[in-house]
């Protein structure tokens, strides 16, 4: 008697969990082919998806770009207007890059500019296209114990935090934000360390957090701030200095490392990111949640002489680079 | 040391949830004299050795004691069927229940040494508990009763693993022991050979109930019960 | 970025065992912190969880079935969860965040201490349940006393108890989730083996991540085998107690 009940228990259990199995896998399906349905149902331009012989592209990025929420508010247009569908991985910018040389991404979305070239350098990637870019901000305490507030330019900020001793965290993780710090610091001609120098070794949300708790300044890219919650402890207290820029680049994987990657959809992705629809869209993101951009496009004559320009000489891409920079910035300024 | 007294079970029952394993009434036994508990599988017999050693509390009735000792002041052992040895050495396995007694260790050693000669076990003293068959095993448990003055001696089939050389000699140790300390011995046997050698008086249980009690001969060759009839019916095959 | 050329998990692991090796190196320093955080989380979590197992094993009393389903739920509590109900107790608007513990050593301890406590004392119930009632008819039918029976008891289940602070400084040397969010993953303060290793990994050092991975594994199995020979000598029990009165143990079936 009470085994059969036993039993029945079991057989329960096994088919509740089946069941479970079961709808959590029809869901899954269910949610994608419903994305594509709509794209395909709006679509009027959508172009001939039979043509396309794999619809699925694999971006790896980096945790800042993937905070920023950037990437899923383009998604729907994108596969609306191609008919690919792209597969974010985010992780931070070293392992972001190693996706592309491990052949686990078609396309990389990344700023680091140094490890960007050092990764075309060595022919993992096509070519470098630098298409968007932002601001890195000091954020700290509102009260503003190194009185950094009025410095003109980052290294100075730095400096002040250096002599003042107060906290300051960093990512230590070797990310193009960490990179930029580091930069910062040698601008600065300060060699950070000591007990007021905190090595997180963490992404850009978790820095922010330990700097809101022990109320220390840090570097981090301005769309991350602004979606973390660690706004309410922290400010902006340098923002939009010259040296404080962040250049976003695109690299679509080299097909003769890896034959298997998706090169035509990694063009695809490209080239819609440096199109019209995509610049209206970038400059439309965060304007209404924080009243400002996010993100800003290098003007498309600049980003193609750069991209043209890159393939010979990574110094002249990043000449086209600062002289984009200051035009947007003045710009947007105006 | 020998208090004369005798223990009377009074409507003693034990209920596992809805089911009655123990019903026992009208039972008396007196110090000095050794009984055989004798019955099917699930008539009762542990259940009653625990209820009556209180390692385990009835359902309701009682176990009431008369004579020139209060009942609190009684001392019983109580062997489980399925008896802990524990992992460190056999003579601590002894020694220690007097120790917690406070007898001083050295005198502690010396009477569980004798006590574990009693049952053949004294090559043992250093061998760790964990180590031993299962007949042994019996064998260092019931030595662990026997180094004490006991009043009442509670035993749930304690030669149940042993060879036939090993019963023999441990029932001669317990004849011996209840000579000496005059205590009251009951012995919980699935064996009616067994009861004959050791009891002069056998308490027959069925269903929890006591269908038979008087004079071992008597009840294991003549049972007057139908339940007795049936137990004994497979013994003489 | 390390070198983008395909490095070998050899070369990096002969690299991490020489690091290993080299007093005042950052992967030394990682080590002997990993160790210190899973030594004092095991100590305390057994030193709380197997006194209140032992208990919840061997009495009886109403609710203990709630007991041990909240306890065996509590044993599958997520780390990140622990973490983060330590890390909103110790942060700085927290109840206690006027200590200023959190990214310590002690916040890392305390997030472990409350993941590892319940499977300490969720085992150990079950450990002792299993031969309690056996153990307390043998000691009881003896007469001896209730701290001889604990005694008794706690041997009979030594090679358990062994285990289950096996299990607990296991889980404490490859926790991260926890220990990320309220350690914080400081260089020299509260960087331990598994941040160093999702660290390495984000930054994309893959080889040397998987090197540090096998370097733990090695710290573990060392450690573990020391205990386990020190396990296996372990004796009796001696301890004694004189009572009150000196003979056997009273007749039951008293209560009416």
Same mark, same amino acid.
Request: with cysteine; hydrophobic share 45%.
């Given at each position: 008697?009470?085994?059969?009940?036993?039993?029945?228990?079991?057989?329960?259990?096994?088919?509740?969990?089946?069941?479970?199995?079961?709808?959590?896998?029809?869901?899954?399906?269910?949610?994608?082919?419903?994305?594509?349905?709509?794209?395909?149902?709006?679509?009027?331009?959508?172009?001939?998806?039979?043509?396309?012989?794999?619809?699925?592209?694999?971006?790896?990025?980096?945790?800042?770009?993937?905070?920023?929420?950037?990437?899923?508010?383009?998604?729907?247009?994108?596969?609306?207007?191609?008919?690919?569908?792209?597969?974010?991985?985010?992780?931070?910018?070293?392992?972001?890059?190693?996706?592309?040389?491990?052949?686990?991404?078609?396309?990389?979305?990344?700023?680091?500019?140094?490890?960007?070239?050092?990764?075309?350098?060595?022919?993992?990637?096509?070519?470098?296209?630098?298409?968007?870019?932002?601001?890195?901000?000091?954020?700290? $305490?509102?009260?503003?114990?190194?009185?950094?507030?009025?410095?003109?330019?980052?290294?100075?900020?730095?400096?002040?935090?250096?002599?003042?001793?107060?906290?300051?965290?960093?990512?230590?993780?070797?990310?193009?934000?960490?990179?930029?710090?580091?930069?910062?610091?040698?601008?600065?001609?300060?060699?950070?360390?000591?007990?007021?120098?905190?090595?997180?070794?963490?992404?850009?949300?978790?820095?922010?957090?330990?700097?809101?708790?022990?109320?220390?300044?840090?570097?981090?890219?301005?769309?991350?701030?602004?979606?973390?919650?660690?706004?309410?402890?922290?400010?902006?207290?340098?923002?939009?200095?010259?040296?404080?820029?962040?250049?976003?680049?695109?690299?679509?994987?080299?097909?003769?490392?890896?034959?298997?990657?998706?090169?035509?959809?990694?063009?695809?992705?490209?080239?819609?990111?440096?199109?019209?629809?995509?610049?209206?869209?970038?400059?439309?993101?965060?304007?209404?949640?924080?009243?400002? $951009?996010?993100?800003?496009?290098?003007?498309?004559?600049?980003?193609?002489?750069?991209?043209?320009?890159?393939?010979?000489?990574?110094?002249?891409?990043?000449?086209?680079?600062?002289?984009?920079?200051?035009?947007?910035?003045?710009?947007?300024?105006? | 040391?020998?208090?004369?007294?005798?223990?009377?079970?009074?409507?003693?029952?034990?209920?596992?949830?809805?089911?009655?394993?123990?019903?026992?009434?009208?039972?008396?036994?007196?110090?000095?004299?050794?009984?055989? %508990?004798?019955? =099917?599988?699930?008539?009762?017999?542990?259940?009653?050795?625990?209820?009556?050693?209180?390692?385990?509390? &009835?359902?309701?009735?009682s176990v009431d004691v008369s004579g020139d000792v209060e009942r609190d002041a009684l001392a019983v052992g109580y062997m489980p069927q399925k008896?802990?040895?524990?992992?460190?050495?056999?003579?601590?396995?002894?020694?220690?229940? %007097?120790?917690?007694?406070?007898?001083?260790?050295?005198?502690? #050693?010396?009477?569980?040494?004798?006590?574990?000669?009693?049952?053949?076990?004294?090559?043992?003293?250093?061998?760790?508990?964990?180590?031993?068959?299962?007949?042994?095993?019996?064998?260092?448990?019931?030595?662990?009763?026997?180094? #004490?003055?006991?009043?009442?001696?509670?035993?749930?089939? =304690?030669?149940?693993?042993?060879?036939?050389?090993?019963?023999?000699?441990?029932?001669?140790?317990?004849?011996?022991?209840?000579?000496?300390?005059?205590?009251?011995?009951?012995?919980?046997?699935?064996? =009616?050979? &067994?009861?004959?050698?050791?009891?002069?008086?056998?308490?027959?249980?069925?269903?929890?109930?006591?269908?038979?009690?008087?004079?071992?001969?008597?009840?294991?060759?003549? =049972?007057?019960?139908?339940?007795? &009839?049936?137990?004994?019916?497979?013994?003489?095959? | 970025?390390?070198?983008?050329?395909?490095?070998?998990?050899?070369?990096?692991?002969?690299?991490?065992?020489?690091?290993?090796?080299?007093?005042?190196?950052?992967?030394?320093?990682?080590?002997?912190?990993?160790?210190?955080?899973?030594?004092?989380?095991?100590?305390?979590?057994?030193?709380?969880?197997?006194?209140?197992?032992?208990?919840?094993?061997?009495?009886?009393?109403?609710?203990?079935?709630?007991?041990?389903?909240?306890?065996?739920?509590?044993?599958?509590?997520?780390?990140?969860?622990?973490?983060?109900?330590?890390?909103?107790?110790?942060?700085?608007?927290?109840?206690?965040?006027?200590?200023?513990?959190l990214y310590t050593l002690p916040a890392m301890v305390t997030a472990q201490v409350v993941l590892i406590t319940p499977i300490v004392c969720g085992?150990?119930?079950? /450990?002792?349940?299993?031969?309690?009632?056996?153990?307390?008819?043998?000691?009881?039918?003896?007469?001896?006393?209730?701290?001889?029976?604990?005694?008794?008891?706690?041997?009979?289940?030594?090679?358990?108890?062994?285990?289950?602070?096996?299990? /607990?400084?296991?889980?404490?040397?490859?926790?991260?989730? /926890?220990?990320?969010?309220?350690?914080?993953?400081?260089?020299?303060?509260?960087?331990?083996?598994?941040?160093?290793?999702?660290?390495?990994?984000?930054?994309?050092?893959?080889?040397?991540?998987?090197?540090?991975?096998?370097?733990?594994?090695?710290?573990?199995?060392?450690?573990?085998?020391?205990?386990?020979?020190?396990?296996?000598?372990?004796? /009796?029990?001696?301890?004694?107690?004189?009572?009150?009165?000196?003979?056997?143990?009273?007749?039951?079936g008293g209560t009416l």
């Open positions: 008697m009470k085994n059969t009940k036993f039993k029945v228990l079991l057989a329960a259990v096994f088919a509740a969990m089946f069941a479970l199995f079961m709808v959590a896998c029809s869901s899954g399906s269910g949610s994608a082919s419903s994305a594509s349905a709509s794209a395909s149902s709006e679509s009027a331009s959508a172009s001939s998806s039979a043509a396309i012989e794999n619809p699925v592209i694999r971006i790896s990025t980096t945790t800042s770009v993937n905070d920023s929420g950037l990437l899923p508010y383009l998604q729907p247009y994108f596969e609306e207007a191609t008919g690919y569908q792209w597969e974010v991985t985010s992780a931070g910018t070293g392992a972001a890059i190693k996706k592309g040389e491990t052949g686990d991404a078609d396309a990389l979305l990344v700023h680091a500019k140094a490890s960007e070239e050092e990764f075309i350098e060595s022919g993992y990637g096509i070519e470098r296209i630098p298409f968007m870019y932002n601001y890195f901000v000091i954020v700290g $305490p509102a009260d503003d114990p190194a009185g950094i507030k009025d410095c003109a330019t980052a290294a100075e900020a730095f400096k002040k935090i250096a002599d003042s001793g107060a906290t300051f965290v960093s990512r230590g993780d070797d990310s193009g934000t960490n990179k930029k710090e580091l930069q910062i610091w040698e601008a600065a001609g300060v060699t950070p360390e000591g007990d007021w120098y905190v090595n997180a070794g963490a992404g850009m949300g978790a820095t922010l957090t330990q700097a809101a708790e022990r109320q220390g300044y840090t570097l981090s890219d301005k769309g991350t701030f602004l979606s973390n919650d660690a706004k309410d402890q922290l400010q902006i207290l340098l923002g939009e200095s010259d040296d404080m820029k962040n250049t976003y680049s695109m690299i679509a994987i080299n097909p003769e490392k890896w034959p298997d990657t998706n090169i035509a959809g990694a063009n695809a992705f490209i080239e819609w990111m440096t199109g019209e629809q995509a610049a209206q869209l970038i400059a439309e993101y965060g304007v209404a949640e924080y009243g400002e $951009p996010l993100f800003f496009l290098i003007e498309a004559s600049d980003s193609a002489a750069s991209a043209s320009a890159s393939a010979e000489a990574s110094s002249a891409s990043a000449s086209a680079e600062a002289s984009s920079a200051s035009a947007s910035a003045s710009s947007a300024a105006a | 040391m020998s208090a004369r007294f005798s223990i009377t079970v009074n409507s003693l029952r034990k209920d596992y949830g809805k089911r009655t394993v123990l019903d026992a009434d009208g039972l008396t036994i007196e110090s000095g004299r050794a009984y055989a %508990l004798v019955g =099917p599988n699930g008539s009762g017999k542990s259940t009653f050795l625990k209820v009556l050693s209180g390692v385990m509390d &009835q359902t309701s009735g008896s802990y040895v524990f992992g460190f050495s056999v003579l601590k396995n002894v020694s220690m229940v %007097l120790e917690d007694r406070g007898v001083n260790r050295e005198e502690a #050693q010396t009477r569980a040494l004798k006590a574990l000669s009693e049952v053949g076990m004294e090559t043992f003293a250093e061998t760790r508990g964990s180590g031993l068959s299962g007949g042994e095993a019996q064998r260092v448990a019931l030595a662990r009763m026997l180094v #004490q003055d006991l009043d009442v001696l509670l035993l749930d089939e =304690p030669t149940a693993s042993m060879d036939i050389a090993g019963t023999l000699l441990v029932e001669e140790a317990l004849e011996r022991y209840r000579e000496r300390t005059g205590c009251l011995l009951v012995v919980a046997t699935h064996a =009616p050979s &067994q009861a004959r050698r050791i009891a002069a008086d056998t308490v027959m249980l069925a269903l929890g109930r006591i269908v038979e009690f008087g004079p071992t001969e008597r009840v294991l060759s003549n =049972p007057e019960s139908p339940e007795g &009839q049936e137990f004994l019916s497979y013994w003489s095959v | 970025m390390k070198s983008p050329r395909p490095c070998s998990v050899m070369d990096e692991l002969i690299q991490a065992f020489t690091l290993m090796f080299t007093p005042g190196s950052e992967l030394s320093q990682i080590i002997l912190l990993t160790l210190q955080m899973s030594a004092f989380s095991t100590v305390i979590s057994t030193v709380i969880g197997v006194p209140l197992g032992v208990c919840i094993g061997l009495y009886r009393f109403p609710g203990k079935r709630l007991v041990m389903r909240i306890l065996n739920t509590l044993m599958g509590l997520p780390p990140v969860l622990a973490g983060l109900v330590v890390f909103f107790i110790l942060s700085r608007s927290g109840p206690l965040g006027s200590l200023r513990l085992l150990s119930a079950t /450990a002792i349940s299993s031969v309690a009632p056996l153990v307390h008819e043998t000691a009881h039918g003896m007469g001896l006393t209730r701290r001889r029976e604990l005694l008794c008891l706690l041997f009979e289940c030594r090679s358990q108890l062994v285990s289950i602070l096996f299990v /607990a400084f296991g889980r404490s040397i490859g926790e991260v989730g /926890a220990v990320m969010l309220v350690g914080g993953n400081v260089q020299y303060k509260t960087r331990v083996m598994t941040t160093a290793i999702m660290l390495e990994t984000n930054m994309g050092h893959f080889e040397y991540a998987v090197a540090l991975g096998v370097a733990l594994l090695v710290v573990s199995f060392v450690i573990n085998s020391i205990a386990l020979t020190l396990q296996e000598r372990t004796s /009796a029990p001696e301890a004694g107690g004189a009572r009150s009165h000196t003979r056997g143990g009273k007749l039951g």
